[in-house]
């Protein structure tokens, strides 16, 4: 769908996939204005194609464009554009078990200008890939850096957007995780380096002895993660304390250590739910173990969780939406 400053929204349309023609003084290339999101279909045994909370993804998408200057879409065309998309492409989406049709939408400016301003002119598109079960041999423990000289966002900054930007300053981290063998990197507060933010890709929650459940909270320099909502929902359902508060990292060591904290996972639209076994860093950190099974809540949560994505559980908080006719 195309985007002008005159004509707002139109000439919105399905063609084959294939690359973008872009000026080279495209804005999006220079100034990184651009955001996307992250979404699911899955199949259901009957045989019809559902996603989760697009209203939510919608949303977000709403946030991050008021905050990189870009316009917003309808939550009603947002959901729109994925069921023109299914309409064409609905047969990509698998059937095996836990696998889905990754969705991609994102909006970029394309106007043609060197300067710093939002541009007039901006595209959303929305591109699809079908995803393989994100653990094909069953659900095992990750291991974590934690990065001590890198922050992802600081205050006022761009946290809580899901912009290009924000990832590409977390790559070095990263890489920094790679190369210590672990699956992800998890971030400090850029002011204090004693909080817990989140990892690159997802959300963080503990499980305390005590039953009580905790994750940060949400502080404009961390992404209001879907699944984590989603996990926050059904921790309470059953009854659950769940706390949303600042973590000091020291928590978690000390947590950890003493049994006080039982389980740690992330969690995030690709991997739904995943156990955290270690967490390493600089100078010998090693928090936890990392051949410890994965913890009981973690996996009664991701089965729950995935139960209903893929319609084996009834969908109490109305959370799935029909994307075939
Ligand atoms: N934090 C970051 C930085 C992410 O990229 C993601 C993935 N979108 C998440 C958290 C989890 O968000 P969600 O549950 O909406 O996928």
Redo the contacts with the bound molecule.
């Keep these: 769908i195309d985007w002008t400053i005159e004509e707002g929204w139109h000439g919105a349309h399905v063609q084959p996939y294939g690359p973008l023609t872009l000026d080279p003084a495209a804005s999006v290339l220079h100034y990184g204005q651009e955001i996307f999101e992250?979404l699911k279909a899955y199949r259901h045994a009957d045989g019809s194609i559902w996603t989760f909370r697009p209203e939510a993804n919608a949303l977000r998408l709403q946030r991050s464009a008021r905050r990189m200057a870009l316009p917003e879409l309808s939550v009603p065309d947002f959901i729109e554009s994925i069921k023109q998309l299914i309409a064409v492409d609905g047969k990509w989406v698998p059937s095996a078990p836990e696998t889905s049709l990754y969705l991609r939408p994102f909006m970029i400016a394309n106007e043609t200008f060197l300067g710093v301003r939002a541009a007039h002119k901006v595209g959303y598109y929305l591109i699809a890939s079908p995803a393989g079960a994100y653990f094909a041999q069953g659900v095992a423990p990750v291991k974590i850096w934690l990065t001590t000289e890198y922050s992802r966002a600081g205050k006022g900054g761009t946290g809580s957007a899901?912009c290009g930007g924000n990832y590409a300053s977390s790559l070095t981290a990263q890489v920094e995780a790679y190369e210590n063998g672990c699956a992800q990197v998890l971030f400090l507060d850029s002011e204090t380096h004693t909080n817990v933010e989140?990892l690159?890709?997802?959300?963080v929650f503990f499980v305390r002895k005590d039953g009580k459940i905790v994750t940060p909270k949400l502080t404009g320099t961390?992404?209001e993660?879907?699944?984590?909502e989603s996990i926050i929902t059904l921790a309470k359902d059953r009854g659950l304390e769940v706390e949303e508060r600042t973590v000091p990292i020291s928590e978690w060591k000390e947590g950890v250590a003493s049994g006080q904290i039982t389980e740690v996972f992330a969690?995030?639209?690709a991997a739904v739910i995943t156990p955290i076994g270690q967490l390493i860093g600089a100078n010998g950190l090693a928090v936890g173990n990392p051949d410890a099974p994965a913890g009981e809540l973690t996996m009664s949560l991701r089965k729950e969780l995935t139960d209903i994505q893929y319609g084996r559980l009834p969908d109490r908080h109305g959370w799935m939406v029909k994307l075939d006719a």
């Design positions: 992250g899901k989140e690159g890709g997802m959300n961390i992404l993660g879907i699944t984590r969690c995030g639209t």
